[in-house]
């Protein structure tokens, strides 16, 4: 019979994340300490975690993070990689000192095909003017590599993560899916959000509440992700209640696509017109409800509320 393998909700917090690349250079390369660089989210010369002597030579690290900060005005971790990204952070890491020999972007991003490509491609570059190999890391990796080191897998998700029952990885879905809806579809008074922008977010909600991933609203990069949807919750009031939310968002998206239908909702300056009123109460009834469903599962598993 194969191992078991076992997925990992990526850490939310950038610092998480550098502490865990940290830990990961260190088992992976066979080194007894690698060094952080710079102060918390802000690479050096490209940057972040950086390792001399290793089985591979010296070996630096960027861990990719978002424009966004957290309520604590700290960067959070992850996010997609595109080209440009790539060639510009690997410019910078050509001015570390001393010279490395591997450089790598780690992200909590799933593998995107096509920037790896780009990476390949880039590194042949590299080795063709004898610069540094250029790697890219993804979220894919680290749980590789959370399977295989028992210790890595046991410090990282028990003392510092904090998953240790199935209740905290309930409440790990629950947030995820919570930053799904913390969006102005559901916050805002109908009518301020551009038509197509307001179906997409109901579309990428509910998928959020039926798969766990939550996916970037420009890129359709996924940008965090929790173990999977309302299904996976080992709570059973938990689960009724995001099965009802569920229905509640289907209910919602199917009085929209009538509305379009029979002419009773419509675009107008490309912003969402509701022209009858009926119509419009029950729209905000609905997506008033969709919320105070999850506000109070979030109450009670202990979360703040929308």
Known sequence: MGQVTQFFQPPLYWQQFEDLTQSVVELAY??????????????????????????????????????????????????????????????????FRPKLDVWVLA?????????????????????SA???????????DYVTWLNAYSDLQKRYYDQI????????????????????FHRPAFTDPLGQEHFDDFLQALKDTQAALRTGELVDRQSRHVIRK????????????????LKDLDDELTELRGLLVAGIKDGR?????????????LLARELERRRHECLARLNDLLVRAALPPI
């Not at 993560?161 to 799904?180: M, W």
Request: proline share 3%.
């Open 107 to 127: 992200t909590t991003a799933k593998r995107d095909a096509a920037i790896q490509r780009q990476a390949r491609l880039l590194d042949e570059e590299h080795r």
């Open 30 to 95: 066979g080194v007894a300490m690698a060094d952080k660089i710079g102060r918390p989210g802000q690479a050096q010369d490209g940057v972040d975690v950086y390792a001399a002597r290793t089985r591979a030579g010296a070996i630096g690290v960027q861990c990719k993070r978002l424009d966004d900060l957290d309520a604590n005005n700290d960067p959070l971790p992850g996010g997609p990689i595109d080209r440009k990204l790539l060639r510009s952070q690997t410019e910078k890491a050509l001015g």
């Open 265 to 277: 909702l419509e675009q107008r300056r490309g912003y969402l017109d509701v022209r009858d009123r």
């Open 161 to 180: 993560i904090g998953i240790r029952s199935a209740r905290d990885q309930d409440r790990l879905i629950l947030e995820t899916i919570a930053t799904a």
């Open 130 to 140: 004898g610069r540094f190999q250029v790697l890219l890391w993804f979220w894919d």
């Open 226 to 241: 929790a173990v999977g949807g309302w299904r996976y919750l080992e709570e059973p009031a938990w689960k009724a209640g």
